[in-house]
């Protein structure tokens, strides 16, 4: 195949064609397939980048410099993609150890149903707050929550969206967050300026989304079998040493990261912890899941390694409590992995016609106020998130984008800085086939769309931002002098 003579910058029509695609396939498989994550938005994605190859070669693209794309945009997503096997590798070890089934038996002692979801979005946003991720505070506390919730019957979609808020509210609001450092990186201010601005939005945010979930739990109701949550509590205790000292295993992990040790370290930490208190406190449940015998140091190994690589099934007296406490190790976020790297190819070949920059460009046309211009902000955030597939590349592309239209229309950084987190940081989630939401889904066990309609913080964050900037509250301009 000859290579095209000359590189042309492709239209408006062109650039939109693999997106539209894209929404068509993804689309049909909503339609047609029970589970998208398996292999079908994948297929989506391959076929969306194929359709977005034949453009961008169309338009004077080599082949080289699609594959060049592509492969950066894989790289970018490698971090995402070591800590999701982490994670898996953690979800396992904290089950063999007890810490999630203790996490659980305390949880159903002291919480009512009609606050749970309150306290569960409050939980999570204080340890997010606390270790500036909320990938690690939905992998080990939203996991309990999960468990909890599930036992006292609410709707796995309330639960998810309620942790969920939490987590990302203090992600966002943390001084040790990555995407709180690099907001303000990408639009020219400093972090403590930037998050105090956040406060403007960000706290009317979660506030609405508290009351929210308060006014959901004691108005709905939710038909808890006491005997049921006795049962289960009991088949914890009888499968499990249960004790706070287990406690000591997730108190240490967040220790570790508000140390600021980054995310693999600081998770591979918390898996091996999880190995040494399985076999100190749960040796029982150890042989029980080598299903070997031998001297203990063989069962100690085979146990480790399989709730670390693959499927464990914990047989309890309890069919719920068995099911609940399932784990899928590494082996369980592969199709995760493949649903990420899919959207890395996507978003590789969109990058390498232009195709990203061109729609952007578009929007860019419609600036003329305050609200016009935080409103391009945020939806290309958004538009960032579907296409590029990756939160990062939702906060780095429009900061570099928008930062000198901020600057020359009067607007201070940080005015662009909260933008870039209300809308590119926490929409990430929301999106199937984003880093974000996959992984998410696949962590808690409920798909992005069931749980979409109740992560109230993040479904509120772009729109009060816009509506900040629409009343022109606070909107911080440079004066004369400092023009």
């Known amino acids: 195949m000859s290579q095209p003579a000359s590189k042309k910058e492709p239209t408006l029509f062109q650039a939109s064609l693999p997106l539209l695609f894209l929404i068509i396939f993804l689309y049909l498989n909503v339609r047609f397939f029970k589970d998208t994550l398996s292999g079908s938005n994948q297929m989506a994605l391959m076929l969306a980048a194929a359709i977005a190859g034949l453009v961008a070669y169309s338009t004077g693209v080599r082949w080289k410099e699609m594959e060049t794309s592509i492969v950066r945009s894989i790289s970018s997503a490698m971090p995402a ?11 396992g070890t904290w089950m063999l150890s007890g810490v999630v089934p203790t996490l659980i038996y305390y949880g159903l002692e002291i919480l009512n149903p009609k606050i749970f979801l309150f306290a569960s979005i409050t939980v999570a946003a204080l340890v997010s707050l606390a270790t500036g991720s909320s990938w690690s505070t939905i992998a080990t506390i939203g996991i309990a929550l999960i468990g909890i919730g599930r036992t006292l019957g609410i709707p796995d979609g309330l639960v998810a969206g309620s942790i969920i808020s939490g987590a990302y509210f203090g992600d966002k609001m943390s001084p040790l967050s990555d995407t709180t450092n690099l907001a303000p990186a990408m639009a020219g201010t400093d972090l403590f300026t930037h ?35 006795s049962d289960v509590m009991a088949a914890l205790k009888d499968t499990f040493c249960i004790s706070p000292v287990l406690l000591i295993v997730p108190v240490i992990l967040i220790y570790i990261i508000v140390r600021k040790v980054p995310a693999v370290p600081a998770l591979l930490s918390g898996v091996l912890l999880g190995v040494i208190f399985a076999l100190i406190f749960q040796p029982h449940v150890v042989r029980q899941v080598a299903d070997t015998s031998g001297n203990y140091a063989r069962i100690a190994w085979i146990a480790s390694m399989k709730s670390m690589f693959g499927p464990v099934d914990i047989p309890t007296p309890s069919p719920i409590v068995t099911k609940l406490l399932a784990t899928r190790g590494m082996a369980g976020m592969l199709n995760t992995i493949w649903l990420i790297l899919s959207a890395m190819i996507f978003g590789g070949m969109m990058e390498s016609g232009n195709f990203l920059i061109r729609i952007t460009k578009s929007i860019l046309s ?18 960032f998130n579907i296409t590029a597939s990756d939160q990062y590349i939702s906060i780095v592309v429009p900061g570099r984008m928008f930062a000198k239209t901020y600057r020359k229309k009067g607007y201070k950084p940080e005015l662009l800085s909260r933008t870039l987190e209300d809308a590119g940081t926490v929409t990430s989630v929301l999106i199937p086939w984003n880093t974000g939401g996959a992984t998410q889904a696949t962590v808690l066990g409920v798909p992005t769309l069931t749980y979409l309609p109740y992560a109230f913080f993040n479904l509120i964050s772009p729109f009060m931002s816009i509506f900040i900037a629409a009343i022109n509250y606070k909107i911080r301009r440079f004066n004369p002098d400092e023009r």
Not at 210 to 218: D, E, H, T, V
Not at 367 to 382: A, E, K, P, Y
């Open 366 to 383: 419609f600036v003329n106020n305050t609200t016009s211009l935080v409103t391009s902000t945020v939806v290309t955030c958004i538009f």
């Open 81 to 91: 993609i070591l800590i999701l096997f982490l994670i898996g590798a953690l979800a």
């Open 195 to 229: 998050i105090r601005y956040m406060i403007i939005t960000t706290w009317p945010s979660i506030t609405l989304a508290m009351i929210a979930f308060l006014i959901i739990g004691f108005t709905l109701h939710y038909p808890v079998n006491h005997t049921e949550v």
